[in-house]
């Protein structure tokens, strides 16, 4: 498997402009988180989903955040309007978990690096 | 919910030495406490785990160690080279079926030659 990938590695993009991030979970994980990392805050989970429903988005910062997952294949982030302190490092990890089996390892994709101007 | 706390933000030794870095939690139920290694302009990537069944787990020069009662846990670097310079994260969860990680802050290591 190639492992969790994402799209793009890099944007940059102006302020008011609506972003996309995409990510493509392992084959047969269905689990699927979003993080945001930035120096100040490191790494922040967004959203979670199971089984392509989302289970926890308190940490979406706002509404201008919104994740969705039509398949189990395929994940969206998008910004709208993106602004300046949008800017940070998103990254998208899969699991697969089962009710009453032990966690197991996350894994994380390469990341996208959004500037926001 | 859960807070977890590292210590150092920064760690700089030699080549050869032991590097310790060290994690607190705050949920008592978390029972899943994994360890990421983060390399420049990469996604954090797993190097070792621990459960809360066990005090203590170790993979040829990486070990982590873990007490409950305290509520803390620690990755213990031995032997360090150039190339485990990066970025360390814990984390801890519970042991449910919708069960996410809480990471901490991160350490940067530097190990120099």
Redesign the interface.
């Known amino acids: 498997d190639a492992g969790v990938i994402q799209s793009p590695r890099h944007e940059v993009t102006e302020m008011g402009q609506e972003v996309t991030l995409r990510c493509k979970p392992i084959s047969g994980h269905n689990s699927l988180f979003w993080y945001r990392q930035t120096m100040m805050r490191g790494l922040e989970l967004l959203i979670y989903f199971n089984n392509n429903v989302p289970i926890d988005d308190s940490g979406m910062p706002e509404d201008r955040f919104s994740a969705k997952m039509p398949n189990a294949s395929f994940s969206t982030l998008k910004i709208q309007p993106s602004e300046p302190r949008d800017s940070a490092v998103y990254f998208c990890a899969s699991l697969k978990v089962s009710r009453g089996q032990r966690n197991t390892e996350a894994f994380f994709g390469q990341g996208t690096r959004l500037t926001v101007v | 919910g859960e807070n977890v706390e590292q210590h150092p933000s920064t760690l700089s030794v030699q080549e050869g030495d032991s590097a310790v870095i060290k994690c607190t939690y705050s949920d008592s139920a978390s029972n899943?406490f994994?360890w990421?290694k983060q390399e420049l302009?990469?996604?954090?990537?797993?190097i070792i785990?621990i459960?809360s069944n066990v005090g203590e787990k170790k993979d040829q020069r990486i070990a982590v160690t873990l007490n409950k009662t305290a509520k803390h846990f620690s990755l213990h670097i031995t032997e360090t080279q150039p190339e485990d310079s990066a970025v360390y994260?814990c984390a801890a969860?519970r042991?449910s079926?919708?069960?996410?990680?809480?990471?901490?802050?991160?350490t940067m290591l530097l190990v120099s030659p």
């Open positions: 899943y994994p990421y302009g990469k996604g954090p990537q797993l785990d459960r994260f969860s042991n079926g919708y069960s996410t990680l809480t990471f901490g802050k991160g």
